[in-house]
């Protein structure tokens, strides 16, 4: 397989694309034609010197992948299905999908839903699973559509697919936190806007403005707005690249019954996944009206050399 590769030798970390020759399937394995994967903050990371992000090298990064089912020794997937991986260990631990073909275990792997392509799958991939957990837990937490939301991270991928499908779902008392310079963005004109210039890190409580937040940034950000939630309301934080420390006080908690949960979509069980990928596919489908960037495998690297880890919206990789 054709492949770019991450190594680290003596802490210098290099990347470049190498041919690696495919080991023969192991029983329960999948050998995979990658037609696309998708572009994520934590990929871009794995291009980074002490990022933490890659667990051994040499390494294939990647976290998501699409593709066509070349040879199996699993029960569940023949020659031909089209299938999709996100997580696991994908381009963490494992060669991941920044590649022209992948073995993988066949329990990472899902068929790919009806009402989905392989490439409609990697504009969803990781940030559309993340995006559809934190809605979720809203949702069972009695988040409704007339309900006031707050959105961090509008413009990065999961951000961008959380607009998308609480919009399907009938929100619209959503306010989005964004930088000063997007303020005039035409896909932006319909929500409420709170600058990040103008939010106020330093009190231990601020107006109670929303009933729910939906962060994407992490960081001092998450500090900021969780005090800023109604009683009794609650929050997701999935996201770290504005940092992942933040300063903050008990009072939200004991004074307002404010509840915070982590969302993560790398370690979820089998079953979460297929529920998640079936609303996604049907009663949460939508068109995106967010930039969508399709970037062809062999300009990967160059991308990756000129660009830092910020993405907007959500950029795709063809092999086609």
């Known amino acids: 397989m054709h492949a770019l590769v991450v190594n680290n030798t003596n802490n210098n970390l290099t990347y470049q694309y190498e041919d690696i020759p495919l080991p023969p399937l192991k029983k329960e394995e999948v050998l995979v034609k990658i037609v696309y994967s998708s572009l994520n903050h934590k990929d871009l990371l794995a291009f980074k010197p002490n990022s933490g992000v890659v667990a051994q ?79 979720n837990k809203l949702l069972q937490e009695g988040m409704q559509p007339t309900a006031s939301l707050l959105v961090t991270g509008a413009t990065g991928g999961v951000g961008s697919i ?28 319909k929500y409420n806007k709170l600058k990040m210039e103008d939010i106020d890190t330093k009190k231990l409580l601020a107006k109670q403005h929303f009933s729910f937040v939906i962060d994407c940034v992490g960081g001092a950000i998450t500090g900021a707005v969780l005090k800023m939630i109604k009683y009794g ?31 993560d979509s790398v370690a979820i069980t089998k079953k979460q996944r297929n529920e998640l990928w079936q609303l996604l596919a049907t009663t949460w489908a939508f068109t995106p009206t ?13 991308f990756i050399d000129t660009h830092d880890t910020k993405l907007i919206g959500r950029t795709i990789i063809t092999n086609s």
């Open 57 to 135: 090298y040499p390494m294939v990064p990647g976290i998501d992948l699409s593709g066509i089912v070349l040879a199996s020794k699993h029960a569940n997937f023949k020659v031909g299905d089209q299938v999709l991986a996100t997580g696991y260990q994908l381009g963490v631990a494992h060669f991941g999908g920044f590649a022209t073909q992948a073995i993988v275990p066949g329990a990472w792997l899902h068929k790919v839903p009806t009402n989905l392509t392989l490439k409609t799958s990697m504009i969803l991939g990781t940030a559309g699973l993340t995006a559809a957990l934190a809605i």
């Open 162 to 189: 959380v607009l998308a499908i609480l919009a399907q779902l009938g929100f619209t008392d959503i306010t989005i936190l964004i930088h000063q310079s997007m303020l005039d963005t035409k896909e932006f004109a």
């Open 233 to 263: 309301g609650a929050m997701t934080v999935c996201g770290n690249i504005v940092g992942n420390t933040f300063n903050s006080s008990i009072l939200p908690f004991i004074l307002r019954g404010v509840t915070l949960f982590g969302i």
């Open 290 to 302: 967010f930039p969508v960037k399709e970037l062809k495998f062999k300009d990967l690297q160059t």
